[in-house]
């Protein structure tokens, strides 16, 4: 067997972590999950991250919690009923909220408002590609997709407010050089 060969034979579990060390410390009531897709599974993969007692108890060690991919049904049915990273994500959040939200993808714009500039700037910008993706892509017949568009308007405004904001930021510390 090539070197390749046996690489491709290797196991998702016998890799490992996706991460050593984390770099956001989520509240207690939130868990933080890591979702990262490899093109060699041809699926992607969900791990969490942390809080995982509010999810599972499975005895063991929290890296083993933590190096172990979780089995959701939106991973099990990728290759065959033509599932999107947002059903893998939406059904994320659904798993973690009591009772389920009529939108998964609903934004905290207080929160995003709140961030430090630049990263608010980079926040709406990722949060804008993924859900114009969706707004394309997506079921339009899901109960959620009209409040996702609606979410989008308001999201770009911040994304060029930002923007603006980052520009003039940067003239000014230019002119003073």
């Given at each position: 067997?090539?070197?390749?060969?046996?690489?491709?034979?290797?196991?998702?579990?016998?890799?490992?972590?996706?991460?050593?060390?984390?770099?956001?410390?989520?509240?207690?009531?939130?868990?933080?999950?890591?979702?990262?897709?490899?093109?060699?599974?041809?699926?992607?993969?969900?791990?969490?991250?942390?809080?995982?007692?509010?999810?599972?108890?499975?005895?063991?060690?929290?890296?083993?919690?933590?190096?172990?991919?979780?089995?959701?049904?939106?991973?099990?049915?990728?290759?065959?009923?033509?599932i999107r990273v947002w059903d893998v994500i939406s059904e994320l959040v659904c798993l973690c909220t009591v009772p389920s939200p009529t939108n998964p993808f609903a934004l905290d714009m207080r929160y995003i408002k709140n961030l430090p500039l630049t990263d608010r700037?980079?926040?709406?910008?990722?949060?804008?590609?993924?859900?114009?993706?969706?707004?394309?892509?997506?079921?339009?017949?899901?109960?959620?997709?009209?409040?996702?568009?609606?979410?989008?308007?308001?999201?770009?405004?911040?994304?060029?407010?930002?923007?603006?904001?980052?520009?003039?930021?940067?003239?000014?510390?230019?002119?003073?050089?």
């Amino acid at each position: 067997m090539s070197p390749s060969g046996s690489l491709a034979a290797r196991s998702i579990s016998s890799q490992p972590p996706p991460s050593e060390r984390e770099i956001a410390v989520p509240e207690v009531n939130c868990t933080l999950f890591l979702l990262a897709g490899y093109v060699k599974y041809g699926r992607p993969y969900a791990w969490i991250r942390s809080n995982h007692e509010r999810l599972v108890n499975i005895g063991g060690t929290d890296s083993m919690v933590k190096d172990t991919p979780m089995k959701l049904k939106s991973i099990a049915d990728w290759q065959t009923r033509g599932i999107r990273v947002w059903d893998v994500i939406s059904e994320l959040v659904c798993l973690c909220t009591v009772p389920s939200p009529t939108n998964p993808f609903a934004l905290d714009m207080r929160y995003i408002k709140n961030l430090p500039l630049t990263d608010r700037f980079l926040v709406t910008g990722a949060l804008l590609n993924f859900l114009d993706t969706y707004v394309v892509y997506g079921n339009r017949d899901e109960l959620h997709y009209d409040k996702v568009v609606e979410d989008v308007k308001p999201l770009r405004r911040l994304h060029v407010q930002s923007l603006l904001e980052l520009q003039r930021q940067r003239e000014g510390s230019s002119g003073e050089q």
